[in-house]
């Protein structure tokens, strides 16, 4: 049995879960079969994004062709150097008429909530627009032994829910300026399998046992939790859209922590996994498709609990049943601010073009 199962999750509901995991991986192909590879894009030369985690993976395809199709892509990695090679790369490779690729690289360290802060205020003091937000970074150190960041957070929950949520309201005042804009969350199927305990959040009291299964899950279930209170408290006539995405199940360096006879396996089964060009399509449709406000735009009309989900064939999706638990995604809401040092109406507040202070901020730590 499951510590999710054990700890909030029926039974039903935790092996429903499975099934849409293994279900995914199994017919995933088969369901996008649809899709073009690589995904057409529109011309893009009116918007700046900034895509987190883009020196590998999903993020990588997705700065490259967001660049190709015109954008200004600003990659928002840990790794500076190996983002400057890849622009290099990229600019060598790239047969456009003339211009070059208009891309860039800043510094930004999810395990840190000071990188965070001292991220968005160097965007923010630019006083640009911007006009999407790609939340790709992430991590999935599958058994590998429980770690927390410096801030005191289990990994997986700081990189992969956390921190995107740090940044994404902090850079409220740009996406404010680029409005029509949108949050776009690299989430995963495996959220059907999470369970959110807001009590411990770092799973340290022993009422579930920690794996990194946990860890991984609970994240993207929080995400999609927190975002979906985002989505409800934004006004529509803020213009700021809030979308999660499932990439698929896709070949990438996530698995790098796989046992090597995992990783073997997984080369084995190539016709299942996605490239990662195959897994950028549903964040890059959330990205750029017109059609996206229009169902962001329909569920608030509906009021309907839980915001957009894209699956990974680039249709609108229902997330998990624990995710339409609104009770619980306000108390991750609330938890969340509290853990990352936001007061709890600091989205209304930014919205009112008002100051917010973090207790991450670079004096206040
Ligand atoms: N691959 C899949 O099957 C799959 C399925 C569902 C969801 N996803 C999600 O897709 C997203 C992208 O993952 P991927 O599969 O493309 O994996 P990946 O190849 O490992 O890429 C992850 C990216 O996140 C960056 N990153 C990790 N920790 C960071 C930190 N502390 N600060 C800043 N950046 C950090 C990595 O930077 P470095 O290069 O410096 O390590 C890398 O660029 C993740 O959110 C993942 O959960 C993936």
């Known amino acids: 049995m499951g510590s999710s199962q054990k700890q909030g999750l029926g039974w039903m509901e935790?092996?429903?879960?499975?099934?849409?995991?293994?279900?995914?991986?199994?017919?995933?192909?088969?369901?996008?079969?649809?899709?073009?590879?690589?995904?057409?894009?529109?011309?893009?030369n009116d918007i700046t994004c900034i895509i987190t985690g883009s020196t590998s993976g999903i993020g990588l395809e997705m700065a490259k062709q967001l660049a190709e199709s015109g954008a200004h892509v600003v990659m928002a990695v840990r790794n500076a150097k190996s983002a400057f090679e890849l622009i290099q790369k990229w600019q060598n490779e790239w047969s456009g008429l003339g211009a070059p690729l208009n891309v860039e690289v800043m510094e930004l360290d999810l395990l840190s909530l000071k990188s965070v802060v001292r991220f968005a205020e160097a965007w923010n003091a630019r006083s640009g627009p911007l006009h999407v937000l790609i939340n790709n970074a992430g991590i999935f150190s599958i058994g590998e032994p429980q770690r927390f960041s410096?801030?005191?957070?289990?990994?997986?929950?700081?990189?992969?829910?956390?921190?995107?949520?740090?940044?994404?309201?902090?850079?409220?005042?740009?996406?404010?300026k680029g409005s029509p804009s949108r949050i776009v969350n690299v989430n995963s199927i495996?959220?059907?399998?999470?369970?959110?305990?807001?009590?411990?959040?770092?799973?340290?009291?022993?009422?579930?046992?920690?794996?990194?299964v946990v860890g991984y899950s609970s994240s993207k279930l929080a995400q999609v939790m927190f975002s979906s209170i985002l989505h409800r408290r934004l006004p529509a006539e803020a213009g700021i859209n809030v979308v999660c995405v499932s990439p698929g199940i896709v070949h990438t360096n996530v698995a790098r922590d796989l046992p090597r006879i995992v990783q073997a396996a997984y080369q084995l089964i190539p016709y299942f996994i996605f490239t990662a060009q195959e897994g950028s399509r549903s964040a890059l449709f959330a990205a750029t498709d017109d059609q996206?406000?229009?169902?962001?735009?329909?569920?608030?009309a509906d009021e309907w609990p839980?915001?957009?989900?894209?699956?990974?064939?680039?249709?609108?999706?229902?997330?998990?049943?624990?995710a339409h638990n609104i009770e619980t995604s306000q108390k991750v809401w609330e938890k969340t601010l509290e853990m990352i040092g936001l007061p709890l109406d600091a989205v209304e507040k930014l919205l009112e073009g008002e100051q917010v202070q973090c207790r991450y901020g670079l004096d206040g730590e």
């Open 292 to 300: 996206v406000p229009e169902y962001c735009a329909a569920l608030k």
């Open 190 to 212: 495996m959220h059907c399998v999470g369970f959110v305990d807001t009590e411990d959040m770092n799973v340290v009291l022993g009422k579930r046992k920690y794996a990194s």
């Open 306 to 322: 839980v915001c957009a989900y894209i699956s990974h064939e680039c249709r609108p999706m229902n997330a998990s049943e624990e």
């Open 14 to 44: 935790w092996l429903r879960g499975w099934f849409y995991v293994v279900y995914e991986m199994l017919f995933q192909r088969i369901m996008a079969s649809h899709l073009q590879n690589p995904l057409p894009l529109p011309p893009l």
């Open 150 to 176: 410096k801030d005191g957070y289990e990994e997986h929950m700081q990189v992969n829910h956390l921190a995107p949520a740090l940044l994404s309201i902090l850079l409220f005042p740009s996406l404010i």
